[in-house]
């Protein structure tokens, strides 16, 4: 689920061979813009991009099982990107617009599903991610908290057990804040939108607060580390 490519670009202008999924082909073709383009500033890595649904990623890339030393993802939150919005200042104070803030219609696309089926298919793209790996490869898996119906979920936690249900262990989890340093002390860098649903949640009388970090959670597979040992 590479989006628009942006962890490609940077493995690429590392030096680094990259390969990504996408579903959505118009998210496809601002990929292979963005690639193209860091070629363009003098990026030496290789990479391939696919138009198909990540779920299948063990037969999408066949070719390259037990080639990778990391897989990097993370779950949808849902059918809205963050996407772009005009605010009073832009249209002359008039309510606040979203635009490019949806994926597809397509039901098909993970992201429209329930937290049942996103997990369920997200513990397949983490079972075919990791036959791609080499040995001591690891798998990375950004994601944060989220809000279901006003309902705060430990997404973080079910993708672990998630993943454990599916031969993988937790080796590491770490914070990555989503912040700022402002005269000495951390600033918020909360997209506009999961702004402005903290302010309407507590407008409801809900305690909710903007969520200011991110958990980077790594995992191997159960196999690889019995067979180090540890």
Partial sequence: MCGIGTTL????????????????PDFVHLTLGNLRHAHAQGASG?????????RNIATIYRDLHGEAALV?????????????????????GGKVTKHHH?????????????????LDGFGRILVGSATLLQPGGVIGVTVRPI???????????????????HGLNLTGRYAAL???????????????????????ARDRGIPACA?????????????????EGR
């Fill in 9 to 24: 670009v940077e493995a690429i202008h590392l030096g680094r061979n990259a390969v990504g999924v996408e579903y959505e």
């Fill in 72 to 92: 990097l993802t993370s779950p949808p939150y849902g059918a809205r990107t963050h996407g772009h919005i005009r605010s009073g200042r832009d249209n002359g």
């Fill in 178 to 200: 989503l912040a700022g340093l402002r005269d000495g002390g951390l600033v918020n860098r909360a997209s506009f939108f999961q702004m402005l649903e903290t302010r309407r």
């Fill in 211 to 227: 969520s200011a970090h991110e958990d980077l959670l790594l995992f191997q597979s159960v196999a690889d580390l019995v067979e």
């Fill in 102 to 118: 949806r994926y597809s219609t397509d039901r098909s696309n993970l992201a429209h599903q329930p937290l049942p089926g996103l």
């Fill in 46 to 54: 290789r990479y391939q991009v696919a138009c198909g649904d990540a």
């Fill in 147 to 165: 809000r279901v119906k006003g309902e705060l979920i430990d997404l973080p936690g079910q993708v672990i057990r998630t993943a454990q249900c």
